[in-house]
């Protein structure tokens, strides 16, 4: 369902891009919109050495004579030892400076990565930051003269059939502008925990991984980041990181070089409608604890399985999944007020954000 390759292009002449590229709402106008935005958007190319691996085909029996057959073949990619791989995605400009926005499965494993703009002037670049969870990542290439850069929009204002533009490198074909609308809001693709994409009909394919998804104020509302096709090309169904999760995650990878969240240490599972009624809740909404990190924080706070949680720091929790992404988002150190139903009250707690790291995640499997 993700693209492995993917490509783009973008740039224009220095100086005139020293601010942000403002596109004007040109009504429907796409062709003015996609002259004004086409620079900032890039290419990006990336080269890895891939070491050969012993393969076994299963479901093959042992008697078989292809056996024999596959055993030839992996025996000679062993004997060719490492080959090096290249492969193409799709980048935008943020900043003047050089700063890149793209996914994380684009640039994974990379050796090396350059950019190329739309005026073929190629860059190479170094990864600041990845952020797998969110497939995303940051880079940055060097250059004397300012570069053409655009803007994050406020994805959260987006509605359900609102225009959008996608602008990318499909099947490494140059760069290529598709539009359609906003299919859905906050899909949950099965990707992780942080699972809020943007759905739209705009054709998105191989290629496009990375790069942006516009409104008709030029603003990026999401990073496309995937699709769902029996084939590998668009059938309408394509997904985008919206800007509300891109541009935290961006600002922490440029600050700290890593994504740093929080975490109060609880298991979770949806409220059902069952289980709604058999503890008195009334309309179905929260997040059901269903058990505890020893000695974390909301273990310390006196929560309990069994408790729902409504509210997380004065935001109401809709369904199990907007905990994680709301807690993960929530200041490390800060304390902040949880609100709770048990045994048919609501009740406040307080309780202080820790930093989730990989340790905690994998000794205690939980999200937020």
Not at 308 to 314: G, H, I, M, N, P
Request: glycine share 10%; hydrophobic share 40%.
């Amino acid at each position: 369902m993700r693209w492995r390759s993917l490509v783009f292009s973008a740039s224009l002449s220095a100086l005139l891009f020293a601010f942000p590229i403002e596109a004007s709402r040109a009504s429907g106008n796409f062709a003015e919109l996609a002259e004004q935005l086409s620079p900032a958007v890039v290419n990006i190319s990336i080269s890895q050495v891939i070491a050969p691996q012993s393969l076994e085909i299963p479901g093959i029996p042992e008697d078989s004579p292809l056996n024999n057959f596959f055993d030839e073949f992996f025996e000679q990619q062993m004997k060719a030892g490492p080959q090096r791989v290249q492969s193409l995605g799709s980048g935008f400009l943020i900043d003047p400076s050089g700063v890149v926005i793209t996914n994380n499965h684009v640039i994974e494993g990379a050796d090396s990565i350059e950019i190329t703009f739309t005026d073929g002037k190629t860059l190479p670049a170094t990864l600041v930051g990845s952020d797998p969870k969110t497939d995303l990542a940051v880079l940055r290439v060097e250059s004397d003269e300012a570069l053409p850069y655009v803007g994050f929009g406020d994805s959260d204002k987006l509605r359900v059939g609102d225009w959008v533009m996608a602008i990318g490198n499909p099947f490494g074909l140059g760069g290529s502008v598709t539009a359609g609308i906003v299919s859905a809001l906050n899909r949950d693709i099965h990707a992780g925990n942080y699972d809020e994409f943007i759905q739209t009909d705009a054709a998105i394919n191989r290629g496009n991984s990375g790069g942006p998804l516009f409104n008709l104020d030029g603003e990026v509302v999401g990073v496309n980041s995937a699709i769902i096709s029996p084939s590998g090309a668009s059938v309408g169904i394509g997904f985008a990181v919206p800007a509300s999760t891109a541009k935290p995650v961006v600002e922490q990878l440029l600050k700290y070089g890593e994504t740093r969240r929080g975490w109060i240490g609880v298991r979770i599972q949806t409220v059902t409608p069952d289980i709604a009624e058999s503890v008195g809740l009334g309309p179905v909404r929260g997040a059901l604890i269903a058990g505890l990190t020893e000695g974390g924080p909301a273990a310390a706070a006196g929560l309990q399985p069994g408790d729902v949680v409504l509210a997380f720091d004065r935001h109401p929790i809709a369904t199990m999944r907007d905990l994680p992404r709301i807690v993960a988002a929530a200041e490390i150190g800060s304390t902040v007020e949880l609100q709770i139903f048990r045994d048919g009250e609501t009740l406040t707690r307080r309780i202080e954000i820790a930093q989730l790291t990989d340790d905690v995640e994998a000794r205690s499997k939980v999200s937020p």
